[in-house]
């Protein structure tokens, strides 16, 4: 399928529910929120729901405050012409949708992970550098203009998803796409001071006790971090505070793959990052999760002994045939 595909589907349709996967970041917010704007400013209704709260570095976004946070589907009572996921690798990472109780006549695919089955009716998934940039896209194709606070979104989305444009996937596309959000309004200093520059004291509280625990291989070659919900408590932070904490240890020379295990109830959120030479997303598959060759995620039952036995023995392999 194709962009315009999607088009086509959002030009037949009134009424949308966005939504994004759990614990979601800048190009998650950035991207649903840009998209929300964008199809209000043409007439069309639509509500944004999220199982878990915009994060806070993510507040200052226009329009952040619509977001609504529920549990489950029957939090919604109402149904939409469409629904339409954005920058979610698989429907169960929404939270609270499930294929057989779509709350709409039509489910849209919009994402920019490789390892995206195609769980929409209508998909457009796109290996570039940011679901942001699908969006931007769409927008285009539907002559939609580009707005302030668009602008504002998409810059997000792209800032974070490159890393501050340090990351692989930047490419002069970015650029050209971020100069573009910049000549619209975005201001990248106010953006940036937003998201990087705004800690509270529990979040460098926090950063100390899971430095604290970091652990290398052997081999010097995977490198991981460890948070515990005490951890939370402790501090009064949130999963939030920690969610860029993975590129300490990937910082590490020698480092081909960083990981972090952060305990949620009785499972265990991994995030995983590549320095470039192992392809992550394929470890995450094993272990029923998904991503990016750079940056892959999965969730795993068990203890944390059990859980970091087989992840780090897995990645040992991979990285043994470098």
């Known amino acids: ?8 589907e959002i030009k037949k349709r009134e009424t949308f529910l966005i939504t994004t996967h759990i614990n979601p970041e800048g190009d998650a917010i950035g991207s649903s929120l840009a998209l929300a704007i964008a199809l209000s400013s043409i007439g069309k209704k639509v509500s944004v729901y999220t199982r878990d709260p915009v994060p806070e570095n993510l507040k200052f976004l226009p329009y952040s405050d619509t977001v609504r946070q529920i549990k489950g589907v029957e939090d919604i009572g109402e149904r939409f012409d469409a629904v339409v996921t954005v920058d979610c690798g698989d429907l169960e990472r929404v939270g609270f949708l499930k294929s057989d109780n779509i709350p709409g006549r039509i489910l849209i695919n919009i994402d920019h992970h490789v390892t995206n089955i195609g769980f929409g009716d209508v998909n457009i998934v796109e290996d570039c550098v940011a679901s942001a940039d699908l969006v ?3 927008m285009g194709m539907l002559g939609i203009p580009l707005t302030q606070h668009i602008a504002i979104c998409i810059y997000t989305a792209l800032l974070t998803e490159t890393g501050s444009f340090r990351y ?14 910049v000549k619209a ?4 200093w106010i953006i940036a001071e937003n998201i990087f520059n705004r800690n509270s004291m529990g979040r460098l509280q926090i950063m100390g006790l899971v430095l604290s625990n970091l ?3 052997d081999s010097g070659k995977i490198a991981w971090i460890t ?3 005490k951890m939370y408590k402790d501090t009064g932070t949130t999963k939030d505070d920690v969610e860029d904490f993975i590129n300490y240890p990937r910082s590490i020379i020698g480092v081909e793959v960083a990981v972090l295990f952060r305990e949620s109830d009785s499972d265990w959120k991994l995030s995983m990052r590549s320095n470039g030479k192992v392809d992550v997303s394929s470890v995450a598959l094993e272990f029923g999760g998904g991503g990016h060759k750079m940056a892959a995620g999965c969730l795993i039952k068990g203890t944390l002994e059990e859980v970091k036995k087989k992840v780090i023995d897995r990645i040992e392999e991979v990285v043994n045939h470098l």
């Open 1 to 8: 399928m194709s962009i315009e595909d999607v088009v086509q």
């Open 136 to 138: 931007y896209r769409i």
């Open 168 to 181: 692989s996937n930047t490419d002069d596309n970015t650029f050209s796409m971020a100069a573009d959000m």
């Open 185 to 188: 309004g975005a201001n990248p």
């Open 215 to 217: 652990t290398v291989s």
């Open 227 to 229: 948070v515990r919900e």
